[in-house]
C-alpha cells in the first residue's frame, strides 16, 4: 500500500483516478480547495495551492509516495508545489496536455509536423525562464503555463519527476465539463453545418477513464520525465463528425473556414497527433479510439 496525494482530483477523470487508487487498495488523500467532497474512504485536506504558508500549514507533517497533480497550470504553481513537497513526496506525476507541442505557440520552430510527435520534439528546460504567463490569449497561455510548468520540476529536480501529456480527453457524459464530444453530438444531430478546415490535420484522443488509468499505472512505475498518453488511431475533424453522425443515424454537414478563422473544436490546420510508443514500450496498453469512441459519443448526445 502507497501513500498518494492528489491535488485536484474533484472533477472529471481526476475522480476516476482517485476511485481508482483507492478502490487498488492505497492510502489516497485529495488536496483541493473544498469545492466539493473526498469519495468514501479517502482523505481530504482544504488548501489553496497558491498559498504557499497555508499549504505548508495544512500538510503539516504528512509525506507521500506518490503526488499526482491533477491542476498545475503555471510556473508559480510548480514553483510553489516544488517547494513544498520537496522531500515529502518520493514521485511527482504532473497531468500536462498535448497542447505543449502545440506549433502556433511553441517558441522557435515549429514541433511536430505530418509524423506524430514524440516527447523528444519539446524540452521545457530549453524555455528560458518566466515567472509569469502574460499577454497571451486563454488558448497560448494554457499551453505555455504547463510547458512553463513542467520546466520548473525539471530545470533542479527535487524529487523524481512524471509529465503526462494527455491526448483530447472525451468520454464520461455529463462529467465531460469541456463540452466539446456534445458540441458535435448537437450540431450533427440538428443538421447544423461543422466549421472545419480545408484539410484539417488529425488529433490524438484519449478515453476518461483510459488516462485515470494511465496515471494510476505512472504513479507506481520508476520512469521519469514526459509520457504522451494517447490512444491509438488519431482523427481528423471529419473522421470524428463521420463517427458522430453514424452513431446519431445523420449525415454530418460541413462549413469550411477561411485561412487564419476559428473552427470547431479539433479541427486543426497544422499536425496534432502524437506518438504514444514510449508509454506502450514501458508497458502501458493502450485501447483504441475506433473501440471506446461509439460508446462516447452516444454518452455525449443523451447528455
Not at 528546460?125 to 525539471?154: C, D, S, T
Not at 461543422?194 to 478515453?207: G, K, L, Q, R
Not at 469550411?256 to 499536425?271: I, L, N, Q, T, Y
Request: include cysteine.
Amino acid at each position: 500500500m502507497r501513500k498518494i496525494l492528489v491535488i485536484g482530483g474533484s472533477r472529471y477523470f481526476g475522480k476516476t483516478l482517485v476511485t481508482r487508487v483507492r478502490d487498488a487498495g492505497h492510502e489516497v488523500t485529495v488536496l483541493n480547495r473544498g469545492s466539493s467532497a473526498a469519495p468514501t474512504g479517502v482523505g481530504r485536506l482544504v488548501a489553496d495551492r497558491d498559498d504557499e504558508d497555508g499549504l505548508r500549514a495544512v500538510l503539516g507533517s504528512r509525506d507521500f509516495d506518490v503526488v499526482v497533480d491533477q491542476v498545475c497550470y503555471t510556473p508559480l504553481q510548480a514553483a510553489v508545489a516544488r517547494r513544498v513537497f520537496a522531500g515529502r513526496t518520493g514521485r511527482y506525476v504532473m497531468t500536462s496536455t498535448m497542447e505543449v507541442y502545440d506549433p502556433a505557440t511553441l517558441p522557435g520552430p515549429p514541433a511536430g509536423g505530418p509524423v506524430p510527435v514524440t516527447e523528444a520534439a519539446l524540452d521545457p528546460v530549453r524555455i528560458p525562464p518566466a515567472p509569469q504567463v502574460r499577454g497571451l490569449g486563454p488558448a497560448h497561455a494554457y499551453a505555455e503555463g504547463k510547458r512553463r510548468a513542467e520546466a520548473v520540476f525539471l530545470r533542479e529536480p527535487a524529487f523524481p519527476f512524471v509529465s503526462v501529456r494527455t491526448a483530447h480527453v472525451l468520454g464520461g457524459g455529463q462529467e465531460d465539463f469541456t463540452g466539446r464530444l456534445a458540441h458535435y453530438a448537437e450540431r450533427i444531430a440538428a443538421g447544423a453545418p461543422v466549421d472545419v478546415h480545408e484539410a484539417p490535420y488529425a488529433t490524438s484522443f484519449i478515453h476518461h477513464e483510459e488516462i485515470a488509468e494511465l496515471l494510476h499505472w505512472a504513479a507506481g512505475q520508476r520512469f521519469t520525465g514526459p509520457l504522451n498518453a494517447a490512444s491509438h488511431g488519431a482523427l481528423d475533424v471529419t473522421a470524428l463528425c463521420e463517427a458522430v453522425g453514424a452513431r446519431l443515424g445523420r449525415r454530418p454537414r460541413y462549413r469550411v473556414v477561411g485561412e487564419g478563422a476559428a473552427a470547431s473544436p479539433f479541427s486543426f490546420d497544422r499536425a496534432y497527433a502524437m506518438d504514444n510508443s514510449r508509454a506502450a514500450a514501458l508497458g502501458f496498453g493502450f485501447g483504441r479510439v475506433a473501440d471506446w469512441l461509439p460508446g462516447a459519443i452516444a454518452e455525449a448526445a443523451a447528455g
